[in-house]
T-cell receptor
Framework: RKEVEQDPGPFNVPEGATVAFNCTYS??????FFWYRQDCRKEPKLLMSVYSSGNEDGRFTAQLNRASQYISLLIRDSKLSDSATYLCVVKGDKIIFGKGTRLHILP | NAGVTQTPKFQVLKTGQSMTLQCAQD?????MSWYRQDPGMGLRLIHY???????DQGEVPNGYNVSRSTTEDFPLRLLSAAPSQTSVYFCASSKRGQSSYNEQFFGPGTRLTVL
């Protein structure tokens, strides 16, 4: 298994729909997990941290499943402005960025 | 605050040329790092620094040098540019070193093409 793996997409989703994607990681000793958002030709920016009990920030919900070694991001009521690439970040003894999942919200 | 700034935004080099990518931050962050981002490869760590005077290698350090003489600045030097170094380079900073994770703030990137 690769250290951090994401489905590259693209996910093409109609506006208003709910979309979810996962990120798997190989190091069971990983300690911290995050989702970053990267717009086209821009720098990555932190979207949210992922806590063991799961956490929500508005329309975004992040969850961690340590047993199966994956994190997930759920976006409800998707907006056109959600179109971006979503990078998962896993910290164990080093920080590893996933290659990203591209999301296109369709009008 | 300007955050993390990078110059230049775009650069074209010929094989064998050297140059320095500049990175500066005004947030008094101890930790700074350089990444390259290539299509299908994600972000890969080149070099990082946990404070002034301290640097270390990341995942892909070959062909690059760094120095950290001040807290604010973390330049990346390409010694002899090669086409394989064509990429987008991001500088990032955060409050603490890698013992715990704090949000990394990224600069806008430098798009480098080596012919």
């Amino acid at each position: 298994r690769k250290e951090v793996e994401q489905d590259p997409g693209p996910f093409n989703v109609p506006e208003g729909a709910t979309v979810a994607f996962n990120c798997t990681y190989s190091n069971s000793a990983s300690q911290s997990f995050f989702w970053y958002r990267q717009d086209c030709r821009k720098e990555p920016k932190l979207l949210m941290s992922v806590y063991s009990s799961g956490n929500e920030d508005g329309r975004f919900t992040a969850q961690l499943n340590r047993a199966s070694q994956y994190i997930s991001l759920l976006i409800r009521d998707s907006k056109l402005s959600d179109s971006a690439t979503y990078l998962c970040v896993v910290k164990g003894d080093k920080i590893i960025f996933g290659k990203g999942t591209r999301l296109h919200i369709l009008p | 605050n300007a955050g993390v700034t990078q110059t230049p935004k775009f650069q074209v080099l010929k094989t064998g040329q050297s140059m320095t990518l500049q990175c500066a931050q005004d947030m008094n962050h101890e930790y700074m790092s350089w990444y390259r981002q290539d299509p299908g490869m994600g972000l890969r760590l080149i070099h990082y620094s946990v404070g002034a005077g301290i640097t270390d290698q990341g995942e892909v350090p070959n062909g690059y040098n760094v120095s950290r003489s001040t807290t604010e600045d973390f330049p990346l030097r390409l010694l002899s540019a090669a086409p394989s170094q064509t990429s987008v380079y991001f500088c990032a900073s955060s409050k603490r070193g890698q013992s715990s994770y704090n949000e990394q703030f990224f600069g806008p990137g430098t798009r480098l093409t080596v012919l």
